[in-house]
């Protein structure tokens, strides 16, 4: 039996085996081999790993990481430390602070890989035991948050920036940038824990908190 012959004369076989050819032609003209494109579409190769071991509220923890993964990160998917929180992973909202050597630190702009050997802590590590923090404790007496989203970042950073204060670093606010022994008042804790988004707007009560440890009330 004939086959039909479309419209430029070729049966349906030809023009398979034509557009077959083409294709091939295309991938070689773009500098891709047949063998090459495949290549390119095979899964991709594992990352590359680092081994090192960080210290996190006292505890060690070997890890094996992409070189390129953040404190954060490490922390939330590694380790299953998921109090510190991601909001935008930018640097902007102040949600994933933690302490590294008493500092507080967005844990969403650093590294994991450059923490070997630094003491750091979370909000899981804040507490000793059953007893909270004073600024957990106060927290709650002020009911210093509504969806607690931004809690642990507000907490842990509230807690570094009273040891800040303590060895005398000025503010923005501050009058005398002289001054050895700064009083947090409420500008000053304003203005010091500005890193720190509260969607909720629980401002005036996380400020209170913050006050009445800063007072030793
Ligand atoms: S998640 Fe790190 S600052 Fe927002
Ligand atoms: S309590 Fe909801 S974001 Fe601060």
Same mark, same amino acid.
């Given at each position: 039996?004939?086959?039909?012959?479309?419209?430029?004369?070729?049966?349906?076989?030809?023009?398979?085996?034509?557009?077959?050819?083409?294709?091939?032609?295309?991938?070689?003209?773009?500098?891709?081999?047949?063998?090459?494109?495949?290549?390119?579409?095979?899964?991709?190769?594992?990352?590359?790993?680092?081994?090192?071991?960080?210290?996190?509220?006292?505890?060690?923890?070997?890890?094996?990481?992409?070189?390129?993964?953040?404190?954060?990160? !490490?922390?939330? @998917?590694?380790?299953? %430390?998921?109090?510190?929180?991601?909001?935008? /992973?930018?640097? *902007? +909202? #102040?949600? &994933? =602070?933690?302490?590294?050597?008493?500092?507080?630190?967005?844990?969403?702009?650093?590294?994991?890989?450059?923490?070997?050997?630094?003491?750091?802590?979370?909000?899981?590590?804040?507490? !000793?035991?059953? @007893?909270?923090?004073? %600024?957990?404790?106060?927290?709650?007496?002020? /009911?210093?948050? *509504? +969806? #607690?989203? &931004? =809690?642990?970042?507000?907490?842990?950073?509230?807690?570094?920036?009273?040891?800040?204060?303590?060895?005398?670093?000025?503010?923005?606010?501050?009058?005398?940038?002289?001054?050895?022994?700064?009083?947090?008042?409420?500008?000053?804790?304003?203005?010091?824990?500005?890193?720190?988004?509260?969607?909720?707007?629980?401002?005036?009560?996380?400020?209170?908190?913050?006050?009445?440890?800063?007072?030793?009330?």
């Amino acid at each position: 039996m004939m086959e039909d012959t479309g419209e430029y004369g070729l049966t349906r076989r030809q023009m398979l085996e034509f557009s077959g050819g083409a294709s091939a032609l295309m991938m070689a003209s773009d500098g891709l081999s047949p063998a090459r494109a495949a290549a390119q579409t095979a899964a991709p190769a594992p990352l590359p790993t680092t081994a090192f071991t960080l210290n996190i509220n006292g505890l060690d923890h070997p890890l094996d990481l992409d070189a390129r993964t953040t404190l954060l990160d !490490a922390l939330r @998917n590694e380790i299953g %430390l998921t109090g510190s929180k991601k909001g935008c /992973d930018h640097g *902007q +909202c #102040g949600a &994933c =602070t933690v302490l590294v050597n008493g500092r507080r630190i967005n844990s969403c702009l650093t590294l994991a890989i450059m923490h070997p050997g630094d003491e750091i802590t979370t909000i899981e590590g804040l507490a !000793a035991g059953d @007893n909270l923090h004073p %600024l957990q404790a106060a927290f709650i007496a002020h /009911d210093g948050f *509504q +969806c #607690g989203y &931004c =809690t642990p970042g507000q907490i842990c950073s509230a807690a570094g920036m009273m040891e800040e204060a303590k060895a005398g670093w000025p503010s923005h606010v501050s009058a005398d940038i002289a001054a050895t022994d700064i009083a947090l008042t409420g500008p000053e804790i304003r203005e010091r824990m500005s890193g720190n988004i509260c969607r909720c707007g629980a401002y005036p009560n996380i400020v209170a908190a913050i006050g009445d440890v800063a007072r030793g009330a």
